[in-house]
C-alpha cells in the first residue's frame, strides 16, 4: 500500500500559478508512473498530466504549454507546476501512482482560480 500525501492547493488569481507536491510512503513498492488528476464540480475526473519512472510526460490538451509534471525519484515525490491558471483550471486535484500492486490516489487538493 501506498501513502500519497498532496500540498500546494489554494486560491490564486487568473493568470497566477501555483506548484502541487505529492510525496509516496510505504513499504516494499516501486512506483512506475504519477501523475496528477483534476475533477470540477459536476464532472469526471480527468487526468491533467502523468509522468513515468523514466520521466516521458503527457498531458491534457487544456493544460499544455501552461502546466509542467516533473518528479523526484529519489523522494519519491512529483510536482505539478500551473502557470498561467484559468478559472476553467479550477477543480479538485488528485495524485495518483501507480505500482505492480494498483492505482493509489492521494485525498485530494482543492486549487480554486478565481478574482
Known amino acids: 500500500q501506498v501513502q500519497l500525501v498532496e500540498s500546494g492547493g489554494g486560491l490564486v488569481q487568473p493568470g497566477g500559478s501555483l506548484r502541487l507536491s505529492c510525496a509516496a510512503s510505504?513499504?516494499?513498492?516501486?512506483?512506475?508512473?504519477m501523475g496528477w488528476y483534476r475533477q470540477a464540480p459536476g464532472k469526471q475526473r480527468e487526468l491533467a498530466a502523468v509522468?513515468?519512472?523514466?520521466?516521458?510526460?503527457n498531458y491534457a490538451d487544456s493544460v499544455k504549454g501552461r502546466f509542467t509534471i516533473s518528479r523526484d525519484n529519489a523522494k519519491n515525490t512529483v510536482y505539478l507546476q500551473m502557470n498561467s491558471l484559468k478559472p476553467e483550471d479550477t477543480a479538485v486535484y488528485y495524485c495518483?501512482?501507480?505500482?505492480?500492486?494498483?492505482?493509489?490516489w492521494g485525498q485530494g487538493t482543492q486549487v480554486t482560480v478565481s478574482s
Open positions: 510505504g513499504r516494499g513498492f516501486s512506483i512506475n508512473a
Open positions: 495518483n501512482a501507480k505500482t505492480i500492486g494498483g492505482t493509489n
Open positions: 509522468i513515468t519512472s523514466g520521466g516521458s510526460t
